[in-house]
């Protein structure tokens, strides 16, 4: 079982920084893969980047060159640092945690989100 408290969400003028965090409690938090996605008022759930527990990363398109996620194994966080922000970046951020194990099986835990509004 794992357990995920996202932190920093606030609000901030296009093209400033923000830089969330993700703290997971539980145990084995280094196996999991840790994500973060976002959901926009009216739109669907989207991933946002992710990292892998041998530090490989993923990002979506649109974040690609501005946002940047580490984790912190010893400290069983997560982080999703955010640069040059856009008013589409603009949605309810949140943090995830996934692993596969067996022939087909998962564990898959979500956090309850934090909010990024981008506005001048």
């Known amino acids: 079982q794992v357990q995920l408290v996202e932190s920093g969400g606030d609000l901030v003028q296009p093209g400033g920084s923000l830089r969330l965090s993700c703290a997971a409690s539980g145990t084995m938090f280094y196996i999991y893969t840790m994500g973060w996605y976002r959901q926009a008022p009216g739109k669907q759930r989207e991933l946002v980047a992710s990292?892998?527990?041998?530090?490989?990363?993923n990002y979506a398109n649109s974040v690609q060159g501005r946002f940047i996620i580490s984790r912190d194994n010893a400290k069983g966080t997560v982080y999703l640092q955010m640069n040059s922000l856009k008013p589409e970046d603009t949605a309810v951020y949140y943090c995830n945690a996934n692993r596969l194990y067996g022939l087909a099986s998962q564990d898959n835990y979500w956090g309850q989100g934090t909010q990024v509004t981008v506005s001048s």
């Open positions: 990292i892998t527990s041998s530090a490989s990363t």
